[in-house]
């Protein structure tokens, strides 16, 4: 691919997002982020050098010492491949408080618009448009109803063998929805120049597809 393409995708929990930027970017040839990823890796980072969250001075030096990146669909931390190191209970947990400190999420932005910045890339979360990369060329808002996402994420806990109230299951959908737009650090927005699909009955595919034919359309 010549010329370089930056693909944002945003939207609430709930509507897919991963999912379909997953498949556009495999698709397309060229890398998903994993923001998501991205959170877990610092987070088994700390946990290696057991660096305490309070100790402000000592995260600031591991992450200025800290590179993160991803080649077909391998995440790589500062060289070395951590795909299943950072897939443990205790990665999860440190990578979830460390997320809340806005000197992680700073480091990470930067990381993120550096790869936007040396190749095509297709990145999603809650900001990606609004705030990560504003100048990417295409920029969608992905949504859906509240009762499709619940919907969608009960099919998913039911196929791991949990069981949950589906209409909890929405109540919480809505609640995040609402932390989510509200926050003051960049709220879950759209982009005055995103495109909104609402997919809301579409299937995965027909989600894609959609996508596809609006960045062959602009190109």
């Known amino acids: 691919m ?26 397309m040839g060229i890398d998903y982020i994993d923001t998501g990823a991205m959170y877990r890796a610092i987070g088994c ?11 402000k001075e000592a995260l600031k030096q591991l992450l200025a010492q800290t590179e993160i990146d991803f080649i077909d669909g391998t995440i790589i931390l500062d060289g070395e491949i951590v795909n299943d190191k950072i897939r443990t209970p205790a990665v999860s947990k440190i990578a979830s408080d460390a997320s809340a400190l806005p000197e992680v999420r700073e480091k990470l932005v930067v990381l993120q618009r550096k790869m936007g910045q040396v190749k095509s890339v297709v990145m999603d979360g809650r900001d990606i448009g609004t705030n990560v990369l504003t100048d990417a060329e295409y920029k969608f808002f992905m949504t859906a109803s509240s009762a499709e996402r619940a919907k969608r994420r009960w099919l998913e806990l039911s196929e791991k063998g949990e069981t949950a109230d589906l209409a909890q299951v929405e109540a919480d959908i809505i609640q995040r929805d609402h932390n989510d737009s509200t926050r003051v650090l960049n709220p879950l927005k ?6 909104e699909l609402d997919t809301t009955g579409m299937t995965i595919e027909e989600v894609t597809q959609k996508i596809l034919e609006v960045i062959k359309w602009q190109s």
Not at 16 to 21: E, H, L, N
Not at 45 to 55: C, F, G, T
Request: no cysteine; glycine share 10%; hydrophobic share 35%.
């Open 45 to 55: 980072k700390i946990l290696e050098n057991r660096i305490d969250l309070k100790d």
């Open 2 to 27: 010549k010329n370089k393409i930056r693909i944002a995708i945003d939207g609430p929990s709930g509507a897919g997002k991963s999912t379909i930027a997953k498949r556009v970017a495999k698709q």
């Open 190 to 195: 759209k982009a005055g120049d995103a495109i």
